[in-house]
């Protein structure tokens, strides 16, 4: 395996992992408001030796946020309970936008490498073609 294979191997497991990262707190951001939803996180898994010698980034499980959900207090909310309280969602839209902002930045890191060594491949490629 070439150098600009393992280069593009290991631009592509990135693009994967954080499109997925996206995915899930995209999620996230969009079930704020649902009542019980509780938030997802994706840990990272590295890969070393698996695919020819060359280190790469997968997605592990997904999994929960174990933090208390929000109490709210709505007596005509239909999920109220007789308090007059509802379990909302743990997510805070904060860490889920700043989160989003990192995993954007990470996916387009990854992509500019992409495209870089793909032209750097294309490039040599032209020369030994002369």
Same mark, same amino acid.
């Given at each position: 395996?070439?150098?600009?294979?393992?280069?593009?191997?290991?631009?592509?497991?990135?693009?994967? !992992?954080? !499109?997925?990262?996206?995915?899930?707190?995209?999620?996230?951001?969009?079930?704020?408001?649902?009542?019980?939803?509780?938030?997802?996180?994706?840990?990272?898994?590295?890969?070393?030796?698996?695919?020819?010698?060359?280190?790469?980034?997968?997605?592990?499980?997904?999994?929960?946020?174990?933090?208390?959900?929000?109490?709210?207090?709505?007596?005509?909310?239909?999920?109220?309970?007789?308090?007059?309280?509802?379990?909302?969602?743990?997510?805070?839209?904060?860490?889920?936008?700043?989160?989003?902002?990192?995993?954007?930045?990470?996916?387009?890191?990854?992509?500019?490498?992409?495209?870089?060594?793909?032209?750097?491949?294309?490039?040599?490629?032209?020369?030994?073609?002369?």
């Amino acid at each position: 395996m070439t150098d600009f294979s393992k280069s593009l191997t290991v631009a592509t497991s990135g693009l994967k !992992a954080q !499109a997925m990262r996206l995915r899930h707190l995209s999620e996230n951001i969009s079930n704020a408001d649902t009542p019980g939803y509780r938030r997802k996180t994706v840990q990272f898994e590295s890969e070393f030796g698996t695919r020819s010698d060359v280190a790469s980034v997968s997605t592990g499980k997904v999994n929960l946020d174990r933090t208390e959900l929000e109490r709210i207090y709505d007596p005509s909310h239909p999920l109220a309970d007789d308090t007059g309280h509802f379990d909302g969602s743990n997510v805070n839209l904060l860490i889920e936008l700043a989160d989003a902002r990192e995993a954007q930045r990470s996916y387009e890191a990854n992509l500019k490498m992409f495209e870089q060594t793909r032209k750097m491949s294309s490039g040599l490629m032209d020369l030994l073609r002369r």
